[in-house]
């Protein structure tokens, strides 16, 4: 086996490089028959983030001649696109992959590859390398665009791996992308994160906060809208903090506005941090009607005491007010969140404060996790004090309260006519539709002559707590 190669390193991922290195995707002629009467499949986990890198890499695999495999079993490339941000997420993994040594053993040929952040941990990478031959090529987030010549090189036997984390200041323009829905698309704004959240391992997978230029961005939504596409998200891990990289003092809402203009129907973002939210974003969000009233703003915590350790940057108390600030300015908004319960050292007093806050912000919906550490990171230091019964325990009580007031706020919405747009027939039912309203909430309904993309008026005749029910009145 070739040992040509580095490990990710979370030390150095704590050394920023300063500067950003910029450049052009280019395929090499030589390397565009690859895969020619070759087929791929791609497994991918966590976040948008690494739903738009599979979009690229099915981009670039397509260039390189590959056809998409309908079945994992049947594909002569078998990619998995990993997350490495709870424990859970990765044993899973390790789960999937350990099962492909059959595949393998009646299938030689076949070839399967391991990317996204588990291939940026350094202890991960190690264990796959002693323990799992069966993976034939390990690449790193930040080496997407080296995969034609990787995957060529392990399609002659070599046994690759690519996972340093020296390409973590650079950003690729013009890759290929192959994306999975042509109505809504995912955009990229910036990569990487430096808020370091002490509990949190992204910013060691996916390495510093750089921003993606404003045109090629636009460029990109232009391009969208001009294939017939409805609906952007834009992305990044830290979205409000877009351009300060570049220079710009207010860049996000800068792009917001520009976006606004491209003319796509509709515009979302995600992450929000609550931490860099400004004015002039919430006024943007206010005026520009392409700009949806949906907003996901991470909380993680109620209590100053827990978001101090966490490093988030803010209190209890102006998250509150960014919020009030919120649904005065913009009627109407939905709000989701992301909350952490069982960090070390969280008391049942400060749970109750998490509580308290889920009961005055009434989330729309939220995310829940027990807190997961995460090696290398400042909080797997700490001791963690609150047993697994404990921490199970706070997570159903705190479901219980988001719960309620998804409910209660859905429940407010029947009788109402919500503008959805149609993402296709229900996984349920096959006579119904679903999609997702202005102010993002999930919308089952009925209705005729109603097709993939088109923005139905849906009357809402009735709510359960994390969906709705409704018949079509009209396309617009
Ligand atoms: N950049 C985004 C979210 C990134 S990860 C943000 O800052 O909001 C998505 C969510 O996973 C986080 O918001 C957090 O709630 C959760 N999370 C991250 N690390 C975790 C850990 N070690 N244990 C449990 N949950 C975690
Ligand atoms: Fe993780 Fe915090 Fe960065 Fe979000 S802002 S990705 S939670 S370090
Ligand atoms: Fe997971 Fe990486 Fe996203 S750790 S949440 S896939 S940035």
């Not at 994992?72 to 492909?100: P, Y």
């Not at 800068?254 to 860099?276: C, M, N, Q, V, W």
């Not at 913009?330 to 009961?359: M, N, R």
């Not at 993402?423 to 202005?438: H, N």
Request: glycine share 8%; charged share 30%.
């Amino acid at each position: 086996m070739n040992q040509n190669y580095r490990l990710p390193d979370h030390n150095a991922e704590r050394m920023r490089m300063m500067d950003t290195v910029r450049s052009e995707f280019h395929l090499d002629p030589a390397l565009t028959e690859c895969g020619r009467g070759k087929t791929y499949f791609i497994r991918t986990y966590g976040c948008q983030a690494n739903v738009r890198d599979s979009e690229t890499i099915a981009g670039i695999l397509e260039e390189m001649g590959f056809l998409p495999a309908s079945v994992m079993e049947e594909a002569d490339v078998l990619l998995f696109n990993t997350c490495a941000v709870r424990k859970a997420a990765e044993e899973h993994v390790l789960g999937e992959i350990g099962s492909l040594k059959t595949l393998k053993r009646n299938d030689p040929d076949k070839l399967f590859a391991l990317c996204g952040c588990m291939a940026q941990e350094e202890s991960v990478v190690s264990q796959i390398l002693r323990s799992y031959p069966q993976i034939d090529l390990l690449f790193g987030t930040h080496n997407l665009s080296r995969l034609p010549q990787l995957l060529s090189r392990a399609m002659k036997g070599e046994r690759v791996v690519e996972v340093e984390s020296e390409g973590s200041g650079s950003i690729v323009e013009g890759m290929p992308v192959q994306r999975t829905r042509s109505f809504k698309a995912f955009v990229n704004i910036m990569y990487g994160c430096d808020k370091f959240c002490t509990y949190c391992i992204v910013p060691y997978t996916r390495g510093k906060e750089r921003s993606r230029e404003m045109e090629y961005i636009l460029e990109e939504i232009r391009g969208v809208k001009q294939a017939g596409g409805k609906e952007v998200t834009l992305l990044g891990q830290n979205v409000n903090a877009y351009g300060k990289d570049l220079g710009m003092q207010d860049g996000f809402t800068e792009l917001l506005k520009r976006a606004a203009e491209t003319g796509i129907e509709r515009i979302r973002f995600y992450t929000s941090h609550p931490r860099d939210y400004s004015e002039t974003t919430i006024d943007a969000m206010r005026d520009c009607l392409n700009i949806m009233p949906a907003l996901h703003l991470p909380v993680q915590s109620g209590s100053d005491e827990i978001l101090r350790k966490m490093n988030r940057g803010y209190t209890s108390g102006s998250f509150r007010t960014l919020y009030d600030r919120m649904k005065e300015k913009i009627p109407g908004i939905t709000f989701t969140t992301d909350l952490i319960v069982g960090f070390p050292s969280e008391t049942e007093a400060q749970f109750q404060e998490t509580l308290d806050l889920a009961e005055y912000c009434r989330f729309d919906s939220a995310f829940t996790f027990v807190y997961s550490p995460r090696e290398g990171t400042p909080a797997a230091k700490m001791e963690d004090t609150v047993s697994l019964s404990e921490k199970k325990d706070r997570l159903q009580r705190l479901n219980e309260v988001i719960g309620k007031h998804a409910r209660a706020n859905n429940e407010a919405t029947v009788g109402k006519v919500l503008r959805v747009l149609c993402d296709g027939r229900s996984k349920k039912k096959e006579e119904t539709f679903a999609g997702y309203s202005e102010e993002n909430r999930l919308v089952n309904f009925t209705g005729e002559g109603i097709r993939e993309g088109d923005i139905v008026d849906v009357r809402i005749t009735e709510a359960r707590s994390f969906s709705l029910f409704g018949e079509a009145v009209g396309i617009v």
